[in-house]
């Protein structure tokens, strides 16, 4: 064994004299660390940007959009319609309000508990979607009365993959009939100026088109017999449900411009401050942030030459801005093509037919339809197929029916 004079001399034997080796010893350690560390990093990156693209893929899409047009050109806030942005607040905060205290709910519960067979539970269900979506907006009509139709369904042990769709299809149709029915309609009221008076004479006949079909749907449901049921749900603090209820009456006038809507912003927000703050908490922005994307991403096209003429060519003519409508809103959902295609046509009646009208066919087409299909599909997931299979046969149906008749009607005009 090896004897050592000293301690030093110790030392000296046991650290090595070559510093860099040591570095390099590290440096070998560190870098495969780092290496994981940035593959983890960006794996989590990656799964976060798919979820939340999967989950909001709307918000997604219009994000995108508005991020990729804004390298071609740079973005001005004229092309932000603030009233839209304003008038949509306003209405989901009132909309959230009637959730809160449940009114909608309880409406909805006392008229279906007098149904006494599947086919007038549908046709009951079906017309309060369709009525409830012209003020409440067609997405708000499928949460209500959807989860509705689930515990009837699951209660009473009912086939529920037709009646929910034809439930979807009468909020997709029944919005249509006022302005603050759906975005599409509020954006096309605003953007062109119309008067209440031109835009009820185009939504009263799709509004009763619509109802005969969909009535005419019903009657092929056979009347089983039924016992409902529901437990009424009650309203809370009925002073300020009341008071939610008649603030509608200046939202709706922001939006027919019978009121500045500025005024009516401050009156909503002085209200919901005084009687319950929290709504705003609960509200999607989302929905919000992605209408301002797509202003964003709009307006960036139609100032970019070369996307602005094809865009142009879409909607020259009173069938060409009508025949656009519907087909591309089976692919990029109603709201944002109508925001694409308002900019670059004048004929504003059959551009209303084509993107009401085009909410039908593929889930796609309306955001409301997705709104559905998701909470069919938790509820019960062993039938998307049941679900899918009703849904594109009746969707078809009545976006054929309706495309060929107010073709006529437009080529008349």
Not at 149 to 166: G, H, K, M, R, Y
Not at 266 to 278: C, D, F, H
Request: with cysteine.
């Amino acid at each position: 064994m090896k004897h050592y004079k000293n301690t030093a001399d110790l030392g000296q034997r046991i650290v090595p004299k070559d510093k860099s080796a040591v570095s390099r010893r590290r440096a070998n350690l560190f870098l495969p660390s780092l290496l994981i560390f940035v593959r983890s990093l960006i794996g989590g990156i990656w799964r976060t940007v798919c979820h939340e693209f999967k989950v909001n893929t709307f918000f997604s899409i219009s994000l995108c959009a508005a991020a990729i047009t804004s390298y071609f050109n740079t973005p001005q806030w004229g092309y932000i319609d603030v009233k839209v942005l304003v008038c949509l607040f306003e209405l989901m905060l009132i909309v959230k309000a009637y959730e809160e205290y449940g009114l909608l709910g309880n409406i909805a519960v006392k008229i279906v508990n007098y149904c006494c067979d599947e086919r007038r539970l549908t046709m009951a269900l079906c017309l309060i979607s369709f009525f409830l979506s012209m003020f409440v907006t067609n997405d708000v009509a499928v949460l209500t009365v959807v989860p509705i139709l689930i515990t009837i369904a699951q209660t009473c042990n009912l086939s529920v993959a037709v009646p929910c769709v034809l439930v979807t299809i009468a909020a997709n149709l029944g919005s249509s009939a006022t302005p603050v029915g759906n975005p599409q309609n509020l954006y096309l009221f605003s953007f062109f100026k119309m008067s209440p008076a031109s835009f009820f004479k185009d939504s009263f006949s799709l509004c009763l088109a619509s109802l005969l079909l969909l009535m005419a749907l019903c009657l092929f449901i056979k009347p089983k017999k039924i016992q409902v049921g529901l437990k009424a749900i009650p309203v809370k603090n009925k002073i300020k449900a009341t008071t939610f209820l008649l603030l509608a009456i200046p939202v709706i006038a922001g939006v027919m411009d019978l009121i500045p809507y500025t005024i009516t912003l401050l009156i909503v927000l002085s209200i919901t401050g005084v009687l319950n703050r929290s709504l705003l908490r609960k509200l999607d922005y989302r929905l919000l942030l992605t209408f301002l994307f797509l202003f964003i991403a709009i307006g960036n096209i139609s100032h970019i030459p070369a996307l602005k003429e094809k865009i142009e060519t879409l909607a020259t003519t009173p069938i060409k801005a009508y025949a656009s409508a519907i087909l591309l809103s089976q692919i990029i959902s109603n709201v944002p093509c109508t925001i694409m295609l308002a900019p670059f046509t004048n004929h504003v009646g059959a551009l209303y037919y084509g993107v009401n009208i085009g909410g039908l066919g593929t889930p796609v087409a309306s955001l409301a339809s997705i709104i559905s299909y998701s909470l069919f599909c938790q509820a019960f997931s062993q039938k998307k197929l049941h679900f899918i299979r009703a849904f594109l046969y009746y969707n078809f149906s009545l976006l054929i029916a309706l495309s060929v008749v107010f073709a006529i009607i437009i080529i008349k005009m």
